[in-house]
Nanobody
Framework: QVQLVESGGGLVQAGGSLRLSCAASGRTFSRYAMGWFRQAPGKEREFVAAINWSGGSTSYADSVKGRFTISRDNAKNTVYLQMNSLKPEDTAVYYC???????????????WGQGTQVTVSS
């Protein structure tokens, strides 16, 4: 069982930056691929970024590539999402996820955090 708690969301102006953190419970954190999804009002949940168990492989949605960076610190049981050059269309609830592989589909992840709100004003 893995419990995930996100933090770092908030309100930021377009062009600004935020860093999301996701703290995971349990001793087996390093065995899991981790990722971030987001959901805006009235829209489906969408893939943002994922990282494999070692941190050696990452993948990103085209909409955030070059602006967002996912990383992890297995010693701290934490995964991060550094978000730069934020746009109003990045406004959403961001969810941290853990699963057996770094899937782009939400169905590939067994564990989800409660979400953190990111709002980007124009």
């Amino acid at each position: 069982q893995v419990q995930l708690v996100e933090s770092g969301g908030g309100l930021v102006q377009a062009g600004g930056s935020l860093r999301l953190s996701c703290a995971a419970s349990g001793r087996t954190f390093s065995r899991y691929a981790m990722g971030w999804f987001r959901q805006a009002p009235g829209k489906e949940r969408e893939f943002v970024a994922a990282i494999n168990w070692s941190g050696g492989s990452t993948s990103y949605a085209d909409s955030v590539k070059g602006r967002f960076t996912i990383s992890r610190d297995n010693a701290k049981n934490t995964v991060y999402l550094q978000m730069n050059s934020l746009k109003p269309e990045d406004t959403a609830v961001y969810y941290c996820v853990a699963g057996s592989d770094s899937f782009r589909s939400p169905y590939g992840y067994a564990y989800w955090g409660q979400g953190t709100q990111v709002t980007v004003s124009s």
